[in-house]
């Protein structure tokens, strides 16, 4: 699958930033960097997702979500604010609403990387947090000691990135019924099966606070959860066991907390209870793209 080569200044970019209405001052400021960047100018939507919509500046549209849909939920709602699959768009950017593009030729980078390689589909960006740093978890591949080096990886940063609006439509969105963990890698292995591919830019950077994922309540039951929805709904039926087994001896190794261990086994275990939504296995010709990659399905 690929998209029709066109040039970069026909490229038309949209970006989707969700807020729970708790960061106006961050948000105002992610909002200003957007507009300043170079070239024709970023569409914007701004999803209050569960909270009352804050003022925004002109020229930024704004979907007011009665009830919190959770991060997936909220983009997608995003996504369609630009149409079906997003298609009054070229390219759909995910920004975190406490981020900051610190650099302004971020969108003039991204319209050229879409517009030289039709087969792009996806673009994660560098996150630094305040002092420049970049957190290993933060490089989206397992060689992840040089942040600088720009790859093609297996998955993506759901609050930093670029995805082609084309990919929804051959991929689907994201999986809402996540809320929050591992969406972006249910949505990248799917675009991947699809024919797309997905590239580490180090050098478009989005700034944000250092932060531990843990912060979210529901951090370790959701990731648990989750992890098995995904294997369940993308995996060859072979891979199911060997890539949870994996992730289950991982986790062991890391000697969480108590607490921590019990919400993530009862996140683990309901994945397997709960329904995983539909189930699109992928090739295994995708499976051995990924081993390719550097990273095979199963770790």
């Known amino acids: 699958m690929k998209a ?11 970006a989707v930033v969700i807020t729970m209405g708790n960061r106006p ?4 400021a992610l909002l200003d960097s957007v507009a300043a960047q170079r070239g024709p100018a970023v569409e914007v939507v701004v999803v209050a997702n569960g909270a009352p919509l804050p003022e925004l500046p002109e020229g930024v549209r704004g979907v007011e979500v009665p009830e919190n ?4 939920g909220g983009r997608n709602v995003g996504i369609e604010a630009f149409g079906p699959d997003g298609r009054d768009v070229d390219v759909v950017l995910f920004l975190d ?9 971020s969108a003039e980078k991204l319209r050229e990387a879409f517009a030289a390689d039709p087969k792009l589909g996806i673009v994660s960006f560098r996150i630094a947090d305040e002092e420049g740093l970049t957190q290993r978890r933060h490089v989206p591949r397992l060689r992840a000691s040089d942040p600088m080096r720009a790859s093609r990886v297996t998955t993506f940063l759901g609050g930093a990135s670029a995805v082609r609006s084309a990919v929804f439509a051959t991929a689907g969105q994201l999986p809402g019924e996540f809320f929050y963990g591992h969406e972006e890698t249910d949505l990248a292995w799917r675009a991947l099966d699809a024919g797309w591919e997905i590239d580490y830019r180090p050098d478009v950077v989005l700034r944000h606070p250092r932060t ?10 959701n990731v648990a959860r989750n992890r098995v929805w995904l294997a369940r709904r993308n995996l060859p039926a072979p891979l199911v066991p060997v890539y949870l087994g994996v992730w289950f001896l991982l986790t062991l190794a890391r000697r969480p907390s108590g607490d921590a261990l019990r919400a993530w086994l009862r996140g683990f275990a309901a994945g397997w209870r709960e329904p995983a939504g539909p ?9 051995w ?7 095979p399905p199963i770790v």
Request: glycine share 8%; hydrophobic share 35%.
């Open 4 to 14: 029709h080569r066109v040039k970069a200044d026909e490229l038309k970019l949209g």
């Open 25 to 28: 001052v961050e948000l105002r």
């Open 69 to 72: 849909l959770g991060i997936p």
């Open 97 to 105: 609403d406490d981020g900051l593009l610190t650099l302004d030729d």
């Open 212 to 221: 531990l994922p843990s912060r979210h309540a529901t951090y370790n039951h």
């Open 279 to 287: 189930r699109r296995p992928m090739r295994w010709s995708t499976v």
């Open 289 to 295: 793209r990924m081993t390719r990659l550097g990273r």
